[in-house]
């Protein structure tokens, strides 16, 4: 369990909070690239770490983020026409640039006046790039902006990458927490009669025929191995597979808010979550797959579109359609007599249950045991950052972006072999490294 100042030092990420300073060292995913389609297109709202801004796309094809209202009389910027490289407001014609600078004050007469005006008023304005099909925002001190985390989907062709997002509606942490959680897959995922029917569904092609789904269903208590590397934590759970085996799943966990999860084998795709706080009680999830060694094809595509693995069936605001208001569109009758928990999709049933925990999980009154030792890793290691953030010492993961083009996946190992020699075994590399 945590103490309840541990728990909202976890939880908030509000500017000027312990957590909220570290995530404004790395770069955050705002916004998908197809939000934003066209040069000189409708502004967005965004609302990221509680701070409300607006995104736009500028005639030359930059993003923008920028303080919401104009400086003159707070008109919101949200109505403003983008046009000829920048956001000019309705009110009273004054424009922007994407880096906040003002180029036109229409309403005061040329002259000095003016061009002092046009020097000293200025949009908040943060540093974006476009990558993997997402567009990342820095919000920290410019003097320690890091390079973009060199993930593996972001160097990839877009043939060969599948991006999503989707509301959750609950604290960034607790849907972290349930990403990295392996354990619960032979549970919460699985079929309550004919696994290979139902478990199959939720997960891509299943390497050993039904093996891994026997597996996961038979061992309820997967041991397991951690190792720190430079970008965070390898997590390895190993399962009894058949005798003389164990079953592997490992997953990444990579700071400050990326998890890579278990379940590609060799030639599989593999998939990401990134959990990025809108408040303290909801959070946008992006979701990445990515095949290094073929393209996507249009019926991978379709199935992530309509709700498979990480990815979830969502509307046109991207609020799933299973949802916290609807009760996940939950099924009894298919809750007795196929699965465990009668919702469709694995994405929502990680809701259901990451929601069911409250807007912000109670972590001072769990009960915590051997299975929760990714969970309490993670803690210690984002709990660990932000004090040493407050103490002066600058996260290191963040001056290392290549250490983030690292694989999670799973492998069939002997039952003697320790974590590292499976590391070697599957990836080439003791901590993924692809």
Known sequence: MLSEADNIRLTRTGAGTPMGNLFRRFWQPVLLSAELPEPDGAPLRVTIMGEDLRAFRTTDGAVALVSPRCPHRGADLFFGRNEHGGIRCVYHGWKFAADGRCLAIPTLEPGAQRDRAEQ????????????????????????????????????????????????????????????????????????????????????????????????MRDDGTPHFTILDHPAGLVL?????????????????????????????????????????????????????????????????????????????????????????????????????????????????????????????????????????????????????????LENGEEPAAAANPGAFRVRGGGAVAPAEQPLDAVMRGRFGDPFGRA
Not at 134 to 156: K, T
Not at 307 to 317: K, L, M, R, Y
């Open 120 to 215: 000293h008023v200025r949009l908040t304005a943060y540093p974006t790039r476009e990558s993997g099909g997402i567009v990342w925002a820095y919000f920290g001190p410019v003097e320690h902006q890091p390079a973009l985390p060199d993930m593996e989907f972001m160097a990839l062709p877009d043939s060969h990458v599948f991006v999503s997002k989707k509301l959750q509606e609950c604290n960034w942490a607790q849907a972290a927490e349930g990403g990295l959680d392996t354990a619960h897959f032979s549970f919460l995922h699985m079929a309550v009669a004919d696994a290979a029917d139902v478990t199959e569904r939720v997960m891509d092609r299943i390497s050993t025929g039904s093996d891994t789904v026997r597996w």
């Open 236 to 388: 390895g759970a190993a399962r009894r597979g058949d005798p003389g085996q164990h079953y592997w799943r490992i997953s990444q966990f990579l700071m400050p808010n990326h998890g890579l999860t278990p379940n590609a084998f060799p030639g599989d795709t593999y998939h990401g979550q990134t959990w990025v706080p809108i408040d303290d009680e909801s959070c946008w999830i992006y979701c990445y797959s990515w095949n290094p060694v073929r393209p996507i094809g249009d019926a991978d595509r379709a199935r992530y579109k309509a709700g498979f693995s990480v990815h979830a069936a969502v509307d046109a605001a991207y609020v799933p359609l299973r949802r916290r208001d609807n009760d996940y569109l939950i099924d009894r009758v298919a809750q007795k007599t196929e699965s465990y928990t009668g919702i469709e999709g694995v994405s929502e049933q990680d809701a259901a249950i990451q929601d069911s925990q409250g807007r912000i999980a109670d972590r001072t009154a769990e009960y915590l045991g051997p299975t929760d030792m990714g969970v309490i890793r993670f803690r210690r290691a984002v709990l660990g950052a932000a004090q040493g």
